[in-house]
C-alpha cells in the first residue's frame, strides 16, 4: 500500500501564506491520482476544501486553493486567519484504493 | 439533504467482530451514482480509509491492504444501510469509525461529501 506524506506541522503568520505539500511513495503526484485536501477541527468530521487537485467546493474560502507542484499536491494558504488553525489532511486514490496523509497541523501565530 | 446515521456497540473484545451500520436517509445504498465508505481516525494511525461497497449493475467493494483480510462490507437494501465487519480485532483497531457518501456528479467523484456522525469504538478485554 503506498504511503502519502504531508508535513507534520506548520507555522503561519496572520495574514501570511503557507503552502502545505501532499508526496505519495510511488512516485510524483498526478491529477490522476485525484487530490483531495480536507480540513479537520477538533470534535468534527473532516471536511473537504479541494477535491481534484484544485476544485474547490462552495463553502470553500477563496484564500484556499490547490496544484500540483514539484511532484506533489500542494494546498496554499493566502492570507491566513485565525479560524484556519487546524489539521489538514490529503487523499490520493491508486485505482480503486484512496490513502490519507499522515495530516499537518497548521498554526496560525 | 443526506444524512448517515451509525449505530453498533462502542466496546468490543480483543479477537471478536466489530460491527457498525450506517443508516442512510436522503439517497440509495443502491444509487448508481454513490458509493459508501468506512473510514477510521485514532491518534496512532491518522486517518485511514477501510473500504467502500457501490453499485453498477452489480455490487462491488475496494478495500484497504491494512485491513483486507478482516473487513467486510455489505450493503442492505432493504433497510437502505450498509454495515462494516471487521473480524479479528486487537487494541490497534480501537478508534473513531466514520461512514460516508462519494457522490459521482458526470465525470466527477466527490469523495466523502457527507459523514456520519463517528463512533468510538475501544478495542480491550
Known amino acids: 500500500q503506498a504511503v502519502v506524506t504531508q508535513e507534520p506541522s506548520l507555522t503561519v503568520s496572520p495574514g501570511g501564506t503557507v503552502t502545505l505539500t501532499c508526496g505519495s511513495s510511488?512516485?510524483?503526484?498526478?491529477?490522476?491520482?485525484?487530490p483531495y485536501w480536507f480540513q479537520q477541527k477538533p470534535g468534527q468530521a473532516p471536511r473537504t476544501l479541494i477535491y481534484?487537485?484544485?476544485n474547490k467546493r462552495s463553502w470553500t474560502p477563496a484564500r484556499f486553493s490547490g496544484s500540483l507542484l514539484g511532484g506533489k499536491a500542494a494546498l496554499t494558504l493566502s492570507g491566513a486567519q485565525p479560524e484556519d488553525e487546524a489539521e489538514y489532511y490529503c487523499?490520493?486514490?491508486?485505482?480503486?484504493?484512496?490513502?490519507f496523509g499522515g495530516g499537518t497541523k497548521l498554526t496560525v501565530l | 439533504q443526506v444524512q448517515l446515521q451509525q449505530s453498533g456497540p462502542g466496546l468490543v473484545k480483543p479477537s471478536q467482530t466489530l460491527s457498525l451500520t450506517c443508516a442512510i436517509s436522503?439517497?440509495?445504498?443502491?444509487?448508481?451514482?454513490?458509493?459508501w465508505n468506512w473510514i477510521r481516525q485514532s491518534p496512532s494511525r491518522g486517518l485511514e480509509w477501510l473500504g467502500r461497497?457501490?453499485?453498477?449493475?452489480?455490487?462491488?467493494?475496494d478495500y484497504a491492504v491494512s485491513v483486507k483480510s478482516r473487513i467486510t462490507i455489505n450493503p442492505d437494501t432493504s433497510k437502505n444501510q450498509f454495515s462494516l465487519q471487521l473480524n479479528s480485532v486487537t487494541p490497534e483497531d480501537t478508534a473513531v469509525y466514520y461512514c460516508?457518501?462519494?457522490?459521482?456528479?458526470?465525470?466527477?467523484?466527490?469523495?466523502?461529501?457527507?459523514w456520519g456522525q463517528g463512533s468510538l469504538v475501544t478495542v480491550s478485554s
Open positions: 460516508a457518501r462519494d457522490k459521482i456528479v458526470g465525470a466527477t467523484t466527490l469523495n466523502f461529501d457527507y
Open positions: 461497497t457501490y453499485y453498477k449493475s452489480k455490487w462491488y467493494d
Open positions: 510511488t512516485g510524483a503526484v498526478t491529477s490522476g491520482h485525484y
Open positions: 487523499l490520493l486514490s491508486y485505482s480503486g484504493a484512496r490513502v
Open positions: 436522503g439517497d440509495s445504498v443502491s444509487s448508481n451514482s454513490a458509493a
Open positions: 481534484d487537485t484544485s
